[in-house]
């Protein structure tokens, strides 16, 4: 079946970190970018980063840059997130998401939920 | 506030079109590929248009994307109850470097 699982999300206090997970199946992972997207508490979707096919390039939103870090591992068909230094705006619904042509989001995890409070 | 600007609502009655517009600048719209994105609350996003227009397999017809300038359309005709979610533009920009969104349009019917 072709399927992006999230996971990883959690309760973390400000200040701490988390990593997020997205486990691929069912086409070929190596041979495309992968993103992650945000949704806030009744706000819209927000980009977050992104990363080609071998990992050598990738792109932040301002808001992230120098606290996140975009991975992955395609030897096991995953995409990651490493959360650091979190802030309550970092809560959020997180996807990981596949891009194909045109920067067309085509393939979409379930989601897992970020939550920063203390 | 996004850089990609939509109405933050769009209603109309069963079997009625819609329209909503995504207003964008030269660095975005201008330059790059519109995708539209359905979105229901609780479920993950669904791609209903890429590269302006293009329908992805197992998207009606009912849903057509336009593109003019810096401005993208999509407009859903023959409206259905099932249709209520909110709906995102979304497309690359070179100033930024990034992706940008919408802030998104409830559509109600």
């Known amino acids: 079946e072709v399927q992006l699982v999230d996971s990883g999300g959690g309760l973390v206090q400000p200040g701490g970190s988390l990593r997020l997970s997205c486990a691929a199946s069912?086409?070929?992972?190596?041979?495309?970018?992968m993103t992650w997207v945000r949704q806030a508490p009744g706000k819209g979707l927000e980009w977050v980063a992104d990363i080609n096919e071998d990992g050598s390039e990738k792109h932040y939103v301002a808001s992230v840059k120098g606290r996140f870090t975009i991975s992955r591992d395609n030897s096991k068909k995953s995409l990651f997130l490493q959360m650091n230094s979190v802030r309550a705006e970092d809560t959020a619904i997180y996807y990981c998401?596949?891009?194909?042509?045109?920067?067309?989001?085509?393939?979409w995890g379930q989601g897992t939920v970020v939550s920063v409070s203390s | 506030q996004s850089v990609l600007t939509q109405p933050p609502s769009a209603s109309g009655t069963p079997g009625q079109r819609v329209t909503i517009s995504c207003f964008g600048s030269r660095s975005n719209i201008g330059k790059n590929s519109v995708c539209w994105y359905q979105h229901f609350p609780g479920a993950a996003p669904k791609l209903l248009i890429y590269s302006d227009f293009q329908r992805p397999s197992g998207v009606p017809d009912r849903f057509s994307g336009s593109k003019s300038g810096t401005t993208a359309s999509l407009a859903i005709s023959g409206l259905r109850a099932d249709d209520e979610a909110n709906y995102y533009c979304a497309t690359w920009d070179d100033s930024l470097s990034g992706l940008v969104f919408g802030a998104g349009t409830r559509v109600t019917v």
């Open positions: 998401a596949r891009i194909s042509y045109g920067d067309a989001l085509d393939m």
């Open positions: 069912g086409f070929t992972f190596s041979s495309t970018w």
